[in-house]
Structure formats: C-alpha cells, structure tokens
C-alpha cells in the first residue's frame, strides 16, 4: 500500500473548500489513501504578513471572482458565508476529536462542515451547527459538544497547527505527496501529475 | 479581427517569465494578438501590503520550488538573478519608447530582457546589458540609451503603471480577455480554454 498524500486545510478557506471536493478522489485514482488534516490558518499571517486575500486590498474582488470561476469549472457550488473569515476552532476540534478512533466519520464530518460552510454559507463558529452535522452521521453529539471544551483538545488542535507551520505550511490548501510539497487549489492538477509519474 | 488580450507583467517577476514564453502562442492559437504591458508591481505592495513572494517568511523557499517544477512542467529553463527582486524602470521605459513605433521590436526586446534576466541569471537594471540586447535586435541603441533619460518616458511608465492598477491589476502575469481577469501563470490553462469556449 503507498503512503498517503497529506491534506492540510483551514475550514474558512473557500479554496481549501474546493480542493477538498476533488482531493479523494485525485488520491484513489492512483492508490493512495488521504490525511486530512484541518489546522488554524490564521496562526501563519502573523508570520508571513498576509490576510486572506478577500480581505486584501485590490485582490478582493478578483478572488471573488477567481473563486466562482474555478468552481464552475469544476461543476462545484460555492456561496460565501455572511461573516467571512471566522476562526473555525470548535470544527478543527471536532475533527480531532474522532480522527483517531473513528477516522472514517472525522473526515465525513469534515465534509459536512465545509458543504455548511461554502456550500450554505452557514456559521461554522455555531457548535450546535456541527452538533447536529453530527448527529446526521451518528456521530454521539453530546460526548462531541463536551469533548470540545476539554484542555487536552484544545492542546492537540495547538499542537497539530504547530506540527503544520514547523513542516512549511503556510497556505490551505497545502498537499504533501510524500515530502513535495503544493500550495493551493490551483495546483491539484499538479498533484495528480505528480502521482501519476512520480515527478517530473 | 478579434480583441487583443492585455499582458501586464513585471520584469523581475519569475512567474511574469514563464507566462511571457507561453502567452503569444496561447493566443495565436485562438486568433488573439497579445498587447505587452510592462508595469512597475512594486507601485501595488503599498496598496496590497504584499513583497515578492520570495521575501515573503515561509513562502520564499516553497517559491523557489514552484518555480522550478512549474518551469519544468513547461519545458522552461528559470535561473534566479543574484540579486533579486529589483526594480525594472529601464526596462519598461525602453519597452515603452519603442511600442508606438516599433511595436514588434518592442515585445522582441521585452523577450530578450526575460531571458537574459531569468534565462541567464543577468542583471536587468544594466542598461548597457539592455542597449546591447536593442543593437542585437538591431534597434538603435544609442537613441534608445537617450530616450532612457527623459522625463517623457519617466511619465509614460508612471501612467501606465497606474493605468494598470486602476484596472485592477496587483500581481504579475495579470491578463485581461476583453474584460475577464486572471492572475498568474497557473491561470494560463483557464485563459486558453476562456478563448476556446467564451466563458464557462
């Protein structure tokens, strides 16, 4: 079985929103399993200067733009929340959550988050939002709800946003195959290159 | 006779350099001519409060890597100049007193810069190195050296640069087909195929 590709991504990135509709499928088509692994973007601008960029001076309105062209061309809905960008703690808590026993529903959750999020532009930041996207995939919402304010959660989700900046991770999306690392939804076709001939 | 799309670009900009040797053909292929459009994109980094994305703290070596694996992926070779980025007024300005008149050997001399820049690693604020690529393309060189020191052509680069930024434009490539915007030279696939289809 080949290594799996890793999948970083912040869930108030429409861009990562988008990749994250086409990343598993990307991956099985050449054997490979994929990590997700949702951190806190936010923690990099501080490094780096940046902001998202529809919050940047001249590139808002173009990343608008650039966001509903790209979907279209990949036969996706995005519709932008109301209050855009919000820190999506508790949904990156909840991942983490399940990740290691029920690995499976932590990424179906997560795909129900960012569907909320970019395809309903509904409030990640409301716990009973993901409670009852919870709910939906017979996840236990209430050990969810109480997991969520434990210090040993908030501590992994720090540690794995840490682990994320200390591996180069800067952007979402940001997928590593293996050690090469590609920043963005614009480079998936990138990565499907890259797995189909192991570089070039 | 269909429109001309628009080529804003920077002189020291790398991803500038790999959209240059793509664009002609691109749009030939769909009847397009490409209007050349040098601009100063140091003018936007106080508006965007963006730097070259290789000055940029944890962005820099990812940058390089990009490169080099997007120029591979088009058959391009990419040498970084020593001393990167600089700002290329002499440059622009001696593609602008040529355009008017000489519009061909213009662009021809635009591409003789990149690649001495980025093809060969070469200093592009040299402006003997620039009159010697002009007297290769058998442009005069000695009237080109004069016009350099006008203020005439200092404003006309002024105005086009602000032009482009109140196009919107903020990064280099940016290409205009007819009024469609797109950033970057991983948009050229999506440029290629707005030409082919109208939209999408």
Known sequence: MSNSIDFYFDFYSPYGYLAS????EIAARHGR???WKPFMLGAT???TGHQPLTQTPMMGEYTLLDLERSARLQSANIRMPQDFPKAA????RAFYLLVDDQPEQAVALAKAIYAAIFGEGRDGTDINLIAKLAANLEIDA???LEGLQTQSIKDRLKAETQAAIDRGVFGSPFIFVDDEPFWGNDRLEQVDRWLDSGGW
């Open 33 to 35: 399993r994929v990590n």
């Open 21 to 24: 509709l086409r990343i598993d």
């Open 45 to 47: 601008f501080s490094i």
């Open 142 to 144: 209430d050990a969810l």
């Open 89 to 92: 703690l508790s949904c990156c």
